[in-house]
């Protein structure tokens, strides 16, 4: 029984760490305040003008994306490759049926 109320406690634990993590980026977790401040935050960091390392990381995310679709359009397409063609019989066509009146 105490093993299993360890278990639990640690995962417990683990898990708040795992929360906390998430929030450490706003500056009125801690102090208990939310609200508008909060929303007035994430406003000011959405307005934010972007690095030069941001927009550089963004260019070249574009350029490796427009790169392989180029690629990928060059790979001529493929004639499906079924070994077993030979020896499987063609499927027949159902007959029709018959409209009863």
């Given amino acids: 029984m105490l093993r299993k109320t360890i278990h639990a406690t640690l995962i417990v634990i683990l898990m708040m760490g795992a ?7 706003n500056p009125n ?21 972007r690095s030069d390392s941001a927009i550089d990381r963004a260019y070249r995310s574009k350029q490796i994306d427009n790169d392989y679709k180029a690629a990928t359009r060059k790979i001529p ?25």
């Fill in 19 to 25: 929360a906390s993590a998430q929030v450490k980026d």
């Fill in 29 to 49: 977790f801690l102090n208990g305040s939310g609200g508008e401040n909060a929303n007035e935050t994430l406003r000011a960091r959405e307005k934010s003008p």
């Fill in 77 to 101: 397409d493929q004639k499906p490759n079924d070994p077993w063609g030979a020896i499987r019989p063609t499927p027949t066509a159902p007959a029709p049926k018959e409209k009863q009146q």
